[in-house]
């Protein structure tokens, strides 16, 4: 471990304070850390507090990270640049944030000062892990003596910067990603695999083939007895999302009429669920929906999901036995994703909304397609990750006391 104990004259006496640190980039981190939350929770009370540390203590333009992500997501060319240039100028980058956001990111952890720091963002190692060490040298001590680890939130491919051999900890969600941690020198024993954090709706896997009840569908403004699309774009609402509700409505009128609906979720994206609601929709039942809090529910009530290659939504979609058809990955974080779901069986990748609109007519009319999907996918789900997570990390702030 690479915290040392506080000094007996320094023990606490009370809660355990826990600060989960976040970018907003995108609904995924923040859900994580709220998932994450409650599964200590329940296993130790204590005082967790989970902040946007960029947005909140951070300089401009870093301050505005978080706001211009959706637009980033929109041109994966401007995302791309980003991504890739941040991992061949590290050294300058952090030497900028450093002196830009130090002083921000010191009033953030000194003023809270916790008794264990989880970070849940690729940019909230280095600069958090510097400071505490500044802070605590400003003490007289000769390191930090919170602990500290990463729930890194990616699925199948990682930005380098969420490792940082400094850590205690490291969590992370599959094979390719451990990789990518020992090639940035994390020790083995310090990076522990249990799959990828979400929400307590997702604790619980679904039984094969279960399929929502007809007043569960009506409780959710859907029709009983249809086969069900759901397509989301991530918490923003991003991708093409109407050109792809256009197309695979458009596509089940045809194959299909009178037996299917699509459930459009927007999340935060405004302007296409204006465009989407202001459409009618012939031979075919189209239900538009914002950002919604009882996904798990949608996801029940579905028989195939259409998403954008976001780690949190195929977590969670292969929890429930979605087959997953993918519709876009931001280059970087999400492209290894796309072997994620396609090695595992659950699902296919495309950009083209014709060539989603048929994949996923074509499955909805075959019975036996969605059900050797629907193993696959329930194969892959990891319901149980949050929990043992959760148990790990209490584990790790107890050795704090
Ligand atoms: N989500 C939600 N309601 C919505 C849209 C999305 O709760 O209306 C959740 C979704 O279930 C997932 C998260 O937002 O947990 C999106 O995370 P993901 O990693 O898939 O994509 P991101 O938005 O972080 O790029």
Redesign the pocket.
Not at 289 to 296: N, V
């Given at each position: 471990m690479l915290f040392r104990s506080a000094p007996a004259s320094k023990e606490r006496r009370g809660k355990k304070k826990v600060l989960m640190l976040i970018s907003d980039?995108?609904?995924?981190?923040r859900?994580?850390a709220h998932a994450l939350e409650a599964a200590m929770l329940k296993e130790m009370d204590m005082e967790v507090k989970v902040v946007d540390i960029w947005t909140e203590y951070g300089r401009f333009p870093w301050n505005k990270m978080a706001a211009g992500y959706p637009f980033c997501?929109k041109y994966p060319a401007i995302w791309k640049s980003m991504y890739y240039t941040t991992i061949g100028l590290e050294v300058p980058t952090d030497i900028l944030w450093r002196l830009q956001c130090g002083s921000g990111f010191k009033r953030c952890i000194g003023g809270f000062d916790p008794d264990m720091v989880v970070s849940l963002h690729p940019l909230c190692q280095n600069l958090p892990l510097a400071v505490m060490d500044t802070l605590a040298k400003e003490k007289g001590l000769p390191g930090r003596t919170a602990p500290f680890a990463t729930v890194c939130?990616d699925l199948g491919s990682a930005h380098p910067s969420w490792f940082d051999k400094r850590v205690d900890l490291c969590f992370v969600a599959s094979e390719a990603v451990r990789k990518v941690a020992g090639r940035r020198g994390l020790k083995g024993s310090k990076v522990r695999m249990h799959g990828l954090p979400?929400?307590k709706a997702f604790w619980r896997a679904s039984e094969q083939n279960a399929q929502a009840t007809p007043s569960q569908m009506e409780q959710l403004g859907l029709k009983p007895n249809l086969k069900t699309v759901l397509v989301?774009?991530?918490?923003?609402?991003?991708g093409s999302l109407s050109k792809i509700v256009e197309q695979t409505a458009s596509q089940l009128a045809k194959d299909c009429p009178g037996a299917a609906q699509v459930v459009a979720?927007?999340?935060k994206n405004k302007v296409v669920k204006k465009q989407l609601e202001a459409r009618r929709w012939p031979g075919v039942h189209v239900e538009v929906?914002?950002?919604?809090?009882?996904?798990?529910d949608y996801m029940e009530a579905a028989h195939v999901v259409v998403?954008?290659a976001?780690?949190?939504?195929?977590?969670?979609a292969a929890i429930r036995g979605l087959p997953t058809m993918l519709s876009s990955h931001?280059p970087g974080q999400?492209a290894g994703n796309v072997p994620f779901v396609v090695n595992k069986g659950f699902g296919r990748f495309s950009t083209q909304p014709k060539v989603i609109a048929n994949t996923v007519s074509s499955w909805l009319q075959d019975d036996r397609e969605l059900a050797r999907l629907s193993a696959a996918a329930l194969a892959a789900g990891q319901p149980e990750a949050t929990q043992l997570i959760a148990k790990d990390l209490v584990k790790l702030l107890k050795t704090a006391a």
């Open positions: 980039t995108g609904g995924g981190h859900a994580s997501c939130t979400v929400r989301v774009g991530g918490g923003d609402g991003v979720v927007c999340g929906r914002g950002f919604c809090s009882g996904i798990s998403t954008k976001g780690p949190g939504t195929i977590a969670e931001l999400e």
